[in-house]
């Protein structure tokens, strides 16, 4: 089944793309090379999704955003594995049998996979501030779990005053599975702010074993200026080592022209990451205001742009900033949503139940909620397919030891789904 098709031009370049001869040369290639390669694909009309919100911006290279809408799937099976979770955040498999799920008001469970059952909530957390999108957030094994019980935990510390900050814990789970020993803070970004927004955080590791953390800006108008600030942590990606210490090869790990820990800087509310399996690139979404959610593969020492230059605009209606989306010194994303999908978590699929998604990046929406399937051809986005909406808002989807894809949905009495080819 293939849906509806209309022609349609490729998007104008933008009239005020603010950036050096070579990069706009650079975008103009790759949009020319999108339109000879995948001629047919270009002539797809998008996913349907209503009107942008920034009607008057233009992408600044072909298929940046509204790419293609990909041919209709095969039916998906979903079956809902464990129930009564409120509010889940991360999700962590153990083994083929047993996974761990956060719960953002401050609880981690053990769920059985082939029975669903949830454990206790495990012993052992830190004080956790679960106002607004505070609470206990991503959680990630190291890479040694089998031998070391080892993991780590994002969440939002309550600070002085009223403020608090997203950090990073270690501990170790105990035999039994019921308690956390030797909890300690490996990282606590600064600074603390009096605010119930905009933590981040997503936990991925790369290929030699150091852990990325993803911040957000705190959202208020004061701290949000910051994200450009890069002696901060806020509106940043930082890269660690396990113990928290300073890779030696991060950008600015001298301390002099940023912070050591920071790998990329201009960023709004990153809430999904994912290690490309081939290149071993990070990948991140991030959350834009009314439009301009943003895919980006960040690279070390860069500037996103956030809040100079958006695909968005504020909540008002009003334009962020000058209203502009482009500026010389900042990159552009790979993709951006408008209107938005508010992403959850994503992953890079590599199972064999969907054989013909095999490598497709699988993103978890909250609104207007389930999955975006997205092709790639290398850096840029070929196709774009939106599945299971019946799931309603979605905060994380993971690829299963299984090869099935799992899915946590986000309300107060949420869900552990797995999805499956075929029908009920």
């Known amino acids: 089944m293939q849906p509806s098709v209309t022609l349609h031009s490729a998007p104008n370049m933008a009239p005020h793309l603010a950036r050096t001869t070579a990069p706009r040369l650079a975008s103009r290639i790759a949009g020319i090379a999108l339109l000879a390669l995948g001629g047919d694909a270009l002539a797809q009309a998008p996913v349907p999704t209503g009107p942008p919100n920034a009607p008057e911006q233009r992408p600044a290279f072909a298929a940046q955003t509204r790419a293609p809408a990909l041919p209709a799937s095969a039916p998906l099976c979903i079956e809902r594995v464990a129930e009564g979770l409120e509010y889940p955040w991360g999700l962590a498999f153990v083994d083929n049998d047993t ?19 949830l454990s206790a909530p495990i012993g052992g957390l830190p004080e956790i501030d679960a106002r607004g999108q505070g609470g206990l957030l991503d959680i990630t094994l190291d890479p040694n779990f089998a031998q070391n019980r080892r993991l780590y935990l994002s969440y939002a510390e309550p600070r002085e005053d009223g403020k608090n900050t997203t950090a990073v814990a270690r501990a170790t789970l105990a035999a039994g599975s019921q308690q956390l020993d030797e909890m300690t803070v490996i990282f606590r970004q600064t600074p603390a702010w009096a605010s119930t927004k905009h933590f981040g955080s997503r936990l991925v590791w790369d290929t030699q074993g150091r852990l990325y953390v993803t911040l957000g800006e705190r959202s208020l108008p004061e701290p949000r200026q910051l994200a450009q600030d890069p002696h901060t942590h806020l509106g940043k990606v930082v890269r660690i080592q396990p113990d928290g210490s300073i890779p030696a090869d991060n950008p600015f790990a001298a301390g002099q022209a940023g912070a050591p820990a920071v790998w990329s800087y201009g960023h709004r509310n ?96 909250l609104s207007p909620g389930g999955l975006v399937r997205l092709t790639l051809d290398g850096e840029r ?14 905060r994380d989807v993971d690829a299963g030891p299984d090869g099935a894809l799992w899915a946590l949905t986000d309300a107060r009495d949420g869900a552990l789904v797995r999805l499956l080819p075929g029908t009920p």
């Open 99 to 117: 996974a761990l799920i956060t719960e953002r008001p401050g609880r981690l469970r053990r769920v059985d996979l082939r029975s669903g059952s």
């Open 381 to 394: 986005v070929s196709g774009e397919a939106r599945l299971a909406s019946q799931l309603g808002r979605v």
């Open 270 to 365: 990153i809430q999904g990451a994912a290690l490309h399996p081939d290149s071993g690139k990070l990948w991140t979404i991030e959350h834009g205001p009314r439009g301009g959610d943003e895919l980006n593969v960040p690279l070390a020492g860069q500037n996103y742009g956030w809040p100079v230059i958006t695909y968005g605009e504020d909540y008002s209606g009003a334009p962020i900033g000058e209203g502009v989306t482009a500026r010389a010194g900042m990159e552009q994303p790979i993709y951006y949503w408008d209107p938005v999908i508010a992403p959850g978590d994503m992953t890079f699929y590599q199972g064999s139940r969907f054989p013909d998604w095999h490598g497709n990046l699988i993103i978890a929406s």
